[in-house]
């Protein structure tokens, strides 16, 4: 039975793959929506792991317009391009209560993955990334109208970057990175929200803790991508390896508004075939009985030996 155990966790991979098949919430490029599963490469392969399952998931909620965009690899032979490249995969959530938000995590998204597949040779992806988004922040800063006044449009941005079992990540804004290992999920960035700043004044008794959570600023947004003077990005190297049965979870707020860590963790747990996790993450969300529930987006990149 033991020899059998591989051969079964990769069929179940295949039916979640396949049962999502028709879902067509996923967008991974402008106008195109596309499931994928890595193919499995020779042993030349000189990374450990390769993913054989990285998806993503959106649902409008009750918004007119969906301003999440997410990029992962999109490639007839990604199997290879992953191989070259690793897996790399971008979330950004458009800002609502600016004019451009959509336009703004579509252009972050793009940039961010066109310049790491364009790119010679990445030593230090953390370096990268930093160097990378500070440029995109100054470019959507700079973004103007038809009628050549300014636009005002930010984003939030998480990149997760996968080689052979090393995870390296970023993040600006509140969209999270979690990973799930060994039964136990983990939130790997941080929410860049004004309430930091005043918890920060509560912990020098400049305000009380009442006046922190009744600030009407506690959830705004202290950095973005798009503000233009963009100093401090969170940036990560996982210390251990990654594990086959790891997953590395990216969400935008819409999720984590609706969900808290017990509530993911219980779906995480609970869905046996990780190709449903992405849909089962946002089902649960859906589920609450919210007057307005915001874009969701949730990227899901499995680990497989």
Not at 3 to 18: N, Y
Not at 53 to 67: I, K, P, T, V
Not at 193 to 211: F, K, N
């Amino acid at each position: 039975m033991g020899e059998l155990q591989p051969l079964i966790g990769w069929l179940a991979m295949l039916a979640g793959a396949l049962l999502l098949a028709g879902s067509g919430l996923m967008l991974l490029t402008a106008a195109r929506r596309h499931k994928h599963a890595a193919q499995p490469v020779s042993s030349a392969n000189p990374w450990r792991y390769l993913y054989p399952l990285c998806q993503a998931r959106q649902h409008l909620g009750h918004r007119h317009e969906q301003q999440d965009f997410v990029l992962i690899p999109f490639q007839s032979d990604a199997h290879e391009w992953v191989r070259r490249h690793g897996c790399l995969s971008v979330l950004c959530d458009g800002m609502g209560g600016m004019d451009s938000g959509a336009l703004a995590s579509r252009q972050c998204a793009q940039s961010l993955f066109s310049a790491y597949a364009n790119a010679p040779e990445i030593a230090d992806p953390a370096a990268f990334f930093r160097e990378t988004i500070l440029s995109i922040d100054r470019r959507i800063a700079s973004l103007t109208g038809q009628d050549g006044q300014a636009l005002r449009a930010g984003t939030t941005v998480t990149v997760v970057l996968i080689r052979g079992a090393t995870l390296f990540w970023a993040s600006v804004g509140d969209s999270r990175i979690y990973l799930w290992h060994q039964q136990q999920l983990t939130q790997l960035s941080q929410d860049h929200h004004y309430l930091t700043t005043l918890l920060e004044q509560v912990a020098r008794d400049q305000i009380t803790l009442d006046e922190a959570l009744d600030d009407p600023r506690k959830d705004a947004l202290s950095r973005y991508v798009g503000m233009g003077k963009l100093e401090a990005i969170d940036t990560g190297v996982l210390e251990h390896a990654l594990e086959p049965d790891d997953l590395v979870v990216l969400c935008s707020d819409g999720l984590t508004r609706a969900l808290d860590d017990d509530e993911l963790r219980e779906v995480i747990r609970n869905t046996q075939i990780r190709g449903l996790l992405a849909d089962r993450l946002i089902e649960t969300a859906i589920q609450k009985d919210y007057l307005v529930h915001d874009n969701i987006s949730v990227v899901v990149v499995s680990a497989g030996a």
